[in-house]
Structure formats: C-alpha cells, structure tokens
C-alpha cells in the first residue's frame, strides 16, 4: 500500500539530546499529523498540523508542516526516558490516513 | 471521556475460519476508520464508516467487511482467514473531518 518515506528509521541517543526525524511525500496532503506508538498499544496523536508552513509545539515538541504540503519534521528537544518509542508520521487524505514507516527511538540513560 | 475502545485485546484463530472485532468510538465522534499493522510496519487503512455506510476503501480483498450501528459503533470482520492476516487491528475514531484518535489494538494471531 501507499506510505510515506520516514528517517531515519531508528535512532540511538543519549538523555538530554535532541531528536529531529522527517517524513516525504510524493503526494500533497492538507494535513500533516505524528503519533506515538509504544509496544501493544495503539498510536497516540502527538501534534496536527493544517497549514502548510505552519510550525506548531506541544511542550518539548515542535512540528513543521512544509510549504510543498509533501513533507513534515518532528523535533524532540531534551529527550527523556519516556520518550522511547516509535514514532509515525501520517498524511491524511479525504478519508484515509497514510502513514511512514516509523522512526524507532532508544535512549540511553 | 472514554477514549476509543477496542474488544477484544488479543485472540488467536486457526487458518479458515473467521473473526469479528469490535470498536466503539470516542465520544462526540461519528466515523470509525479500521486499519492493520503488520509487525515493524505503519498501519495499512482498510476502510473506512460514515452514516452506516463505507466511505473508502484500501487495497484489501473482500474478505475483510465491516459494519456500523447506529451508536457509531462498529465491527471488523474476516473470514477466511490466512496466516498472513496475523497482525494488530486498529480502530481509529473522528469527528467528521478532524483528526483521528486511536484504540488499543486488537492482536490477532492466524495459526
């Protein structure tokens, strides 16, 4: 099926770093949307964003929508134990969402 | 405010026969989206339910079939089931247009 291309797809970082990950389209989406994902658990919506060139936070996270509306960033800044996890970013169409392939990420005390 | 809920947890069914899953949405919400997730993939949308009727459709065979109520409810049904279909089912709610918000999960285990 279609999906999104995400990098990178794991990252190993210690406590305190900064994350950044991004994700590519060859597709316009109107909305733009990163989830997090923890094992045998759904997918937790993290930020939305409608805009292209719209720059939204949500604490130490702060998210991009590009201004071709065919890619996204995700910024992580001093990451903490709980920010383990896999990390997806979604395109959303009329109906459906399409999703990366998921940026893996370990933290290492 | 109960989230989206998901019934049931885990399961385990044998090649051949057929399964129901169950989701109730969020509360306010009227469309419910079903989506696989292969082990180390993103979600794969399968289709998706407004007003009781399936809206879209992803590139799934007929096997896979759905149902809203009218409490916005639904359920997710397979039959025919293949070892390939072993993967976690999510059900994803939302108010018209807005963003969707996701269950638990439902694993199922094809054997």
């Known amino acids: 099926g279609q999906q999104l291309n995400q990098s990178p797809q794991s990252m190993f970082i210690q406590e305190g770093e900064d994350v950044s990950m991004n994700c590519t389209s060859s597709s316009i989406f109107n909305t733009w949307l990163w989830y997090k994902q923890d094992p045998g658990e759904g997918p937790v919506l993290l930020i939305a964003?409608?805009?292209?060139?719209e720059l939204t936070s949500n604490g130490r996270l702060t998210a991009q929508f590009g201004i071709t509306r065919k890619d996204s960033f995700l910024n992580i800044s001093a990451s903490i134990p709980s920010d383990v996890g896999i990390y997806f970013c979604?395109?959303?169409?009329?109906?459906?969402?399409?999703f990366g392939q998921g940026t893996r990420l370990t933290i290492n005390p | 405010d109960a989230g989206v809920t998901q019934s049931p947890t885990h399961l385990i069914k044998t090649r051949g026969q057929q399964v129901t899953l169950r989701c109730s949405p969020k509360s306010g919400h009227d469309t419910v989206s079903w989506y696989q997730q292969a082990l180390g993939q993103g979600p794969q949308f399968i289709f998706q339910y407004y007003e009781e009727e399936e809206r879209q459709r992803g590139n799934f065979p007929d096997r896979f079939s759905g149902h809203q109520f009218p409490n916005y409810s639904s359920e997710l049904n397979v039959n025919a089931l293949l070892l390939g279909d072993s993967a976690l089912y999510l059900c994803?709610?939302?108010?018209?247009?807005?963003?969707?918000?996701f269950g638990p999960g439902t694993r199922l285990t094809v054997t």
């Open positions: 964003l409608y805009k292209a060139g």
């Open positions: 979604a395109g959303q169409g009329a109906q459906k969402l399409v």
């Open positions: 994803a709610s939302r108010y018209r247009y807005n963003e969707q918000y």
